[in-house]
């Protein structure tokens, strides 16, 4: 192999190493986002409950919930 057919390997090498190293990268950051959201609706659901419980408990103490 020639020099330039040995440099042209080298950078389609390098170039296809930086194209995963670039998906590997994405994957990361939307397990990241997936994670997040999944937490974040998690949230959202326990500051609902909770709001639920407080309203019964202001018609359990009103005596609305009959």
Do not use: L, P
């Amino acid at each position: 192999m020639d020099n330039s057919t040995n440099m042209s390997y080298q950078a389609g090498q390098t170039k296809g190493q930086a194209e995963e190293k670039g998906n590997q990268m994405m994957e990361k950051a939307s397990n990241a986002a997936q994670s997040a959201k999944e937490s974040m609706q998690e949230i959202g659901q326990q500051a609902q409950a909770k709001a639920q419980g407080a309203v019964d408990a202001v018609k359990n103490a009103t005596g609305m919930n009959k």
